[in-house]
């Protein structure tokens, strides 16, 4: 069985979801997890950044990158369930342009750090 990547994103999110996948399939390939790994990635705006970060870490600021880690064992399907990734995509835009640098450099960067928060 081969890793799922489950994105959801809102409408006018502006990125290349194949790109994406493209992104986390070379972090988790990085770690080891070449199969039977499932994580989910959410690209959201400002408020709903800000209202999970409230919420779950009781910090009122908008934040690039949050991470919710789910387990490191296999289900019975086979699949370890790493968890989610949640993505500002405005500051991930914002960020792009602040350090005159590519996309897929500043994605990758932010992808990494979230597998690291769930790998803790």
């Given at each position: 069985m081969k890793n799922q990547i489950l994105i959801k994103y809102p409408k006018k999110w502006g990125l290349d979801k194949r790109l994406v996948v493209t992104i986390m399939e070379?972090?988790?390939k990085?770690?080891?997890y070449k199969?039977?790994?499932?994580?989910?990635l959410m690209f959201v705006g400002q408020k709903k950044a800000k209202d999970l970060n409230i919420k779950y870490r009781e910090m009122s600021y908008i934040p690039q990158v949050l991470g919710f880690p789910?387990?490191?064992g296999k289900s019975v399907d086979g699949y370890i369930r790493l968890g989610d990734i949640v993505i500002c995509t405005q500051k991930l835009k914002y960020e792009v342009k602040f350090q005159k640098s590519n996309l897929e450099?500043?994605?990758s960067d932010w992808?990494?750090?979230?597998?690291d928060n769930l790998l803790k």
């Open positions: 070379q972090v988790l990085e770690r080891g199969k039977n790994m499932e994580i989910s789910m387990n490191k450099t500043i994605l992808l990494n750090h979230g597998v």
